[in-house]
């Protein structure tokens, strides 16, 4: 069993930066993959970034590549995303989510575990 929590949203003006942690328990943490998806209001859950349980390799969508940066330590139990040039509608619930597996993945449907979101708000 693995519970993940989130943390490091909040409120941010257009253009600014956050870096949002997920800490994980469990002792096998360095065996899952992890990822990082989004839901705002109205608007199904997206894939937003992956790592593989070594951080050796990372995925992200096109809309958020050279923005967001995936990052993982497993001796802290902890997978990061950091987001740079924060625009609005990057304003939704973000969620850290944990693969029974090292490979990553990008449907939420090969997730086995989330967390409870933490909320990110941009603003114009």
């Known amino acids: 069993q693995v519970q993940l929590v989130e943390s490091g949203g909040g409120l941010v003006q257009a253009g600014g930066s956050l870096r949002l942690s997920c800490i994980a328990s469990g002792r096998s943490f360095y065996m899952n993959a992890m990822g990082w998806f989004r839901q705002a209001p109205g608007k199904e859950r997206e894939f937003i970034a992956a790592?593989?349980?070594?951080?050796?390799?990372?995925y992200s969508p096109d809309f958020v590549k050279g923005r967001f940066t995936i990052s993982r330590d497993n001796a802290k139990n902890t997978v990061y995303l950091q987001m740079n040039s924060l625009k609005p509608e990057d304003t939704a619930v973000y969620y850290c989510?944990?693969?029974?597996?090292?490979?990553?993945?990008?449907?939420?449907?090969?997730?086995?575990?989330w967390g409870q979101g933490t909320q990110v708000t941009v603003s114009s």
């Open positions: 989510a944990a693969v029974r597996g090292p490979i990553a993945r990008m449907d939420l449907r090969d997730y086995d575990y």
């Open positions: 790592i593989t349980w070594s951080g050796g390799d990372s």
